[in-house]
Structures are given as structure tokens and as C-alpha cells.
């Protein structure tokens, strides 16, 4: 699989909007870019997926580089509740294999009030 | 429906007892994931399920692991002889078809304690 490359960790000011990198340069043609989301005590929640072009959805915006080598995930106001771990996965979606994911270690991202 | 709900949330366990555990996926989803994350980790592979059909195992998934689907529903995770290498977190997913549009739906997990 290909992979990922995040920072550690991140912090941000509750309300204000949060831009989370990943960086993903052996990115092949069928790979999608999905983001899930682990709250503390939690398993992974879905957030968001692309391919190419740049996808909004009530959570977040993806935004995705022309080259596709690097992504950003775009929280527009953090909240206290979107202090969570953020993996940032490549999935060949072409249709072969099991569609497992295949977690990094991720961003942990702290809101401060 | 209440999502993917798993059972026990926590189990302290001595080693070399044997384990089981439980996954209730939502009702309509054909495929079921496990995964197992230690600290300060992301979430590792171990098996899926498509129906009743085992159809992938990761090469984590040793001869003490078995995992279950019986009828195509809810899923057991089974770990005999339990070592302390194997505390961790025991996740579940499950979704419908193969690429979901809302990605897949993770249980909350159950932690796994072996002393």
C-alpha cells in the first residue's frame, strides 16, 4: 500500500478553522484518499474521501493537490469534540482486494478553548 | 439501528486463558472487519468477512486467533492461550458493499487485558 506521511500533532484554536496535511508522493492512479477520525475511547469514524477533485461533506472539506501527492483535510470551525487522532489513508479502490485500510499512526489534533 | 455495537467493552484476562468476543454489525452490512490497535498506534488488519465467508486474513491473525460469522451476522473473535502481547484494543467495522459512501462504521471496541 502506498503511504502516508502526517504530522505528529497539531493544535488549534476552538472556532477557528483547522487545516490537517498529509502527504502521500508514491500515490497510484487508483488510490483514493480517505480520513477517518478516532475520538479518545473510541474506534475510527469515517470523515471524508476523494480521488481527484476537492469534496465537501457536513463534517469537512478535502482538498486535493493537481499532482494528488498531497491532501489537506479542512476542518472550517474546530470544536472542542474534534480534538481526536486524524489518519489520513490511501485505499486502491480499483476492484481488487479486501478495501482494508491501512491506519498510520495519524495527527492527534487538540482544540484549545 | 444503534450501530455497530461490540461486547464485552473491557476484559482482564490471565494468560494462557482463552477469550472470546463478540461484534454486532449493522443489520443490512454484508462485510465485517476486525482490527486490534495498541497504544499509541493506528489500527491493524486482522480479517474480514464478506456474508459468512472468511475471504481475507492477516498474516497477525496467528493459529491462536479464530473469528467467526456465522449466518452472516454478528461476528465472534476468539484469542486461545492468551499471551500479554495480545493487550490491546479490539476493534470491528462493518459496511455495505465493498466501498461504502459513508466509509465503514467502527464498533467502539473491546480492550483486551492479559496478565
Known amino acids: 500500500d502506498a503511504k502516508t506521511t502526517q504530522p505528529n500533532s497539531m493544535e488549534s484554536n476552538e472556532e477557528e478553522p483547522v487545516h490537517l496535511p498529509c502527504n502521500h508522493s508514491t500515490i497510484s492512479g487508483t488510490d483514493y484518499i480517505h480520513w477517518y477520525r478516532q475520538l479518545p475511547s473510541q474506534g475510527p469514524e469515517y470523515v471524508i474521501h476523494g480521488l481527484t477533485s476537492n469534496v465537501n461533506n457536513r463534517m469537512a472539506s478535502l482538498a486535493i493537490a493537481e499532482d494528488r501527492k498531497s491532501s489537506t483535510l479542512i476542518l472550517h470551525r474546530a470544536t472542542l469534540r474534534d480534538a481526536a487522532v486524524y489518519y489520513c489513508?490511501?485505499?486502491?479502490?480499483?476492484?481488487?482486494?479486501?478495501?482494508?485500510?491501512?491506519f498510520g499512526k495519524g495527527t492527534k489534533l487538540s482544540v484549545i478553548p | 439501528d444503534t450501530g455497530v455495537s461490540q461486547d464485552p467493552r473491557h476484559k482482564i484476562t490471565k494468560r494462557g486463558q482463552n477469550v472470546t468476543f463478540r461484534c454486532d454489525p449493522i443489520?443490512?452490512?454484508?462485510?465485517l472487519y476486525w482490527y486490534r490497535q495498541t497504544l499509541g498506534q493506528g489500527p491493524e488488519f486482522l480479517t474480514y468477512?464478506?456474508?459468512?465467508?472468511?475471504?481475507?486474513k492477516s498474516r497477525l491473525l496467528s493459529d491462536r486467533f479464530s473469528a467467526e460469522r456465522p449466518k452472516g451476522s454478528f461476528s465472534t473473535l476468539e484469542i486461545q492461550r492468551t499471551e500479554q502481547g495480545d493487550s490491546a484494543m479490539y476493534l470491528c467495522a462493518s459496511s455495505l458493499g465493498q466501498i461504502p459512501a459513508e466509509g465503514y462504521t467502527f464498533g467502539s471496541g473491546t480492550r483486551l487485558t492479559v496478565v
Open positions: 443489520s443490512e452490512h454484508n462485510r
Open positions: 468477512f464478506q456474508n459468512e465467508a472468511q475471504l481475507e
Open positions: 489513508i490511501l485505499r486502491d479502490d480499483s476492484g481488487a482486494g479486501s478495501y482494508q485500510l491501512t
